[in-house]
């Protein structure tokens, strides 16, 4: 028997309006070809510039004159070979400077998509049978490069989406950074990574067992002066700053709305994107709430799973993941310990499910084989597609699988509640699959979630289609339980 899908009518499409400012530079040669410019027109004419671009870009944009303060602060260091004193220009001088090392990004022009849903931390003034909620989306832009962003939504009591549009002034976090670095699991980390161990020591070696952001920079910065350091060890170098850049912490302004705030690559590890993040409320066994999300990071090259951790929507803090387990994509944390340990879901593997326990939620040593692939639909590959949600059946989570001509279905199974490495229920047959109008996009027929919610006993998974727009269902959870109950896993 199939489960009854209510596909809803809404689309989120992906709008190139929504831009942010990004620091634009290329090398020191071509801007300071442009200061010495800057620096030769006469005050009137520099006012009159600013003046232009102010009209052009201050109602499109939070505070432009201080992106403008901040990127001519970041070409500080060029004004020495110029013999100019930075701090005796002007003050139009120097934000006309900063405009023009300044351009705007469209960070949804290419796609909206793998969307996640997690409550609202703020339930106060809705209607009886409603819930406010949060959504993330993948959004992309120019050169393929993935940001999250979110979405603040109201489900009625028929689970109809009542959805705030974003404002034209979209925001991009402070970042501060502030983490205090353990060397043994530092270490471990770069261990994990294969990192050459002879010339980790070399700057490793200088530092104590705790040390700062700051003491890891300077501590680099001694040992790439040995001028007999070969170019593959400078290299390995760059990638020990790869993982402590890697962690960081970001704000939002609170005069932000939720639906404008834009979490873009920060560290060298996220360069080319941060891609499906899956948030989850998580209750702590005291009764405290944190929204976690695990993403993945890709600098082109490589990917690694981090973590996101916040409380409100306005901080937030980012960490790698770290252990043997926490490589690949598809990681989903449980929104609570089960027995004492976190628990995750994963796919270390990039085929099969697996679940992994831990002391630390950061670090993931302990795996078990969840489940192999067992249908056509998914004979390729499988994972999860959010957090699982615990119901008064067991576990419930929504997957996802892989088949012939690479085309994504969503499924489910059920796991026992004490014991979740138990499979106990299953769908043969899809959840959903991608319909006609779903199939075309950036990549052809695939339908994707990255996590789902259950309100008025329905459950309500929004899901990306063929990577470019997003859209959700609701399915009758007694119907889906009663589904997999009937399908016991052997």
């Not at 469209?106 to 959504?135: C, T, W």
């Amino acid at each position: 028997m199939s489960v009854t899908v209510n596909r809803k009518s809404v689309i989120f499409y992906p709008n190139p309006r929504r831009t942010i400012t990004k620091f634009y530079f290329t090398d020191d040669a071509k801007a300071l070809h442009v200061i010495k410019k800057v620096l030769h027109l006469s005050a009137d004419e520099v006012y009159f510039e600013l003046q232009q671009v102010l009209r052009d870009f201050a109602t499109r944009h939070r505070r432009i004159t201080k992106v403008f303060e901040n990127h001519f602060n970041n070409l500080l260091y060029l004004f020495k070979s110029l013999d100019v004193n930075p701090e005796s220009l002007d003050e139009h001088t120097r934000l006309l400077i900063g405009a023009y090392f300044t351009h705007e990004y469209s960070v949804e022009a290419a796609a909206y998509f793998n969307p996640s849903i997690v409550e609202h931390p703020d339930q106060y003034g809705l209607k009886e049978g409603e819930k406010r909620v949060v959504m993330s989306f993948r959004a992309t832009g120019e050169g393929h490069i993935s940001s999250i962003v979110f979405k603040e939504a109201v489900l009625d009591a028929e689970n109809n989406l009542r959805h705030i549009e974003p404002g034209n002034l979209d925001e991009m976090p402070e970042c501060i950074k502030r983490t205090v670095y353990n060397k043994k699991s530092f270490i471990k980390k770069l261990d994990e990574m294969n990192i050459h161990k002879d010339v980790v020591n070399l700057v490793m070696d200088q530092l104590k067992d705790k040390f700062t952001y700051g003491e890891l920079q300077a501590a680099i910065s001694e040992t790439l002066k040995d001028i007999t350091l070969t170019p593959t060890k400078r290299k390995v170098i760059e990638e020990i700053n790869w993982v402590a850049d890697s962690h960081y912490e970001i704000k939002f302004s609170l005069d932000t709305a939720l639906s404008e705030r834009v979490i873009f690559p920060i560290s060298y590890s996220e360069s080319n994107g941060i891609e499906d993040a899956r948030f989850v409320k998580f209750t702590d066994d005291d009764g405290e709430v944190t929204y976690y999300a695990t993403y993945t990071a890709y600098n082109g090259y490589a990917i690694l799973p981090k973590l996101i951790a916040t409380k409100d929507f306005y901080y937030f803090r980012v960490s790698p993941l770290n252990g043997k387990y926490a490589q690949n994509k598809d990681m989903a944390l449980f929104p609570r310990k089960i027995k004492g340990k976190y628990a995750m879901v994963g796919r270390y593997d990039g085929v099969n499910n697996y679940i992994l326990f831990s002391d630390k939620i950061n670090l993931w040593k302990e795996a078990r084989l969840l489940q192999e692939p067992a249908f056509p639909w998914e004979f390729i590959q499988i994972g999860n597609s959010g957090s699982p949600i615990e119901t008064s059946e067991g576990w419930l989570l929504i997957t996802h699988g892989v088949g012939p001509m690479r085309r994504y279905s969503l499924g489910a199974v059920l796991l026992d509640i004490e014991h979740p490495e138990k499979v106990i229920g299953h769908l043969k047959y899809p959840l959903m699959m991608p319909r006609e109008s779903e199939r075309e996009g950036y990549v052809p027929n695939v339908i994707y979630s990255c996590g789902s919610i259950v309100h008025n006993n329905q459950v309500v998974i929004p899901y990306g289609m063929s990577d470019y727009a997003s859209s959700y269902i609701t399915v009758s959870l007694s119907e889906l339980l009663d589904e997999l109950k009937n399908n016991h896993h052997k």
